[in-house]
């Protein structure tokens, strides 16, 4: 079981145009999990979400960047989780007032989906909202993609303590016509346990679940915890909040002490810097502003 976790395995279907992907997260989950005690529902969701992000980042092109956020309101009112191209995950949630509904469609209340893709060193964004209408975010996002790029696409999505899982399957970009081997696989997968089927290892789930089909395996490839903030995310982090609020915040701390909400890693910004900044922002020099 050891040498599943913590991978994401692509496959095919050799005579079928349908391709798709299986993820277990047993401890990049658990670190997705350290920085915050999320009550239980909010924390399931986080996870499904981590296996979706990391399901869809394995399409990702050379230096591209996925992030998926769940816009809520008053019980969920934010979930981010991002991929980068080599299968590196960060995300968190932000919560009201417990208790919590145990509902998705309570728990999100009306709230939005949106997929950003951006890729390659001209940064080019992709990005499309939906409703967030259906029963869960596995019919959410199978939504999504039919409105949003027309593929028609599958997302079985589980999270508990331990672990989250997801598999998704997609028509490939190419295909035409229509696919009467899609159809009937929509509905033998319907209702499947997701987290009991992620205890088999990836050649018997496989088996088990297109037991007519002939499929290719791809390697399996690792998906991990990665922050990727630094020194100078944390000063374009500044240079948002604008230099008023600058101002006020080095005249309560020197230097002034910033979290990273994804990672809770300390950064420290001296007051000298923080004053650059705001040079920087209102087009003055240093030394007329002390
Ligand atoms: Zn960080």
Redesign the pocket.
């Known amino acids: 079981m050891s040498d599943t976790a913590d991978t994401l395995r692509r496959f095919i279907f050799e005579e079928e145009e349908i391709r798709g992907s299986i993820v277990r997260l047993d401890n990049t989950w658990q670190q997705l999990l350290t920085n915050e005690q999320y009550p239980q529902q909010v924390g399931q969701l986080l996870g499904e979400a981590a296996a979706a992000t990391a399901l869809l980042g394995c399409n990702l092109k050379f230096d591209g960047r996925l992030t998926l956020q769940i816009q809520g309101n008053e019980h969920l009112r934010l979930l981010v989780m991002q991929c980068d191209n080599e299968l590196r995950l960060?995300g968190l949630a932000r919560f009201g007032d417990e208790p919590l509904p145990d509902a998705f469609t309570e728990l999100v209340d009306n709230g939005t989906l949106c997929v950003t893709v951006e890729s390659g060193a001209k940064a080019e964004r992709y990005q499309s909202i939906v409703p967030l209408s259906e029963i869960n975010l596995a019919e959410c996002l199978g939504l999504y993609y039919r409105q949003s790029v027309q593929l028609p696409s599958l997302f079985m999505l589980a999270a508990n303590e331990q672990r989250a899982t997801g598999l998704m399957l997609q028509v490939m970009p190419e295909r035409k016509a229509g696919n009467g081997r899609w159809q009937q696989l929509m509905e033998s997968l319907g209702g499947l346990d997701m987290m009991s089927m992620s205890a088999l290892d990836d050649e018997l789930l496989i088996t088990a679940l297109f037991p007519e089909d002939d499929i290719r395996l791809f390697d399996s490839e690792p998906v991990t915890f990665h922050?990727?903030?630094s020194d100078t995310?944390i000063e374009n982090m500044l240079r948002v909040l604008g230099s008023e609020e600058l101002v006020s915040l080095v005249a309560d701390q020197n230097p002034v002490e910033i979290c990273?909400?994804?990672?809770?890693?300390q950064y420290e910004v001296s007051a000298e810097r923080i004053w650059g900044i705001v040079a920087e922002l209102t087009g003055t020099t240093e030394s007329s502003l002390h």
């Open positions: 960060r922050c990727g903030c995310h990273c909400e994804f990672c809770n890693r």
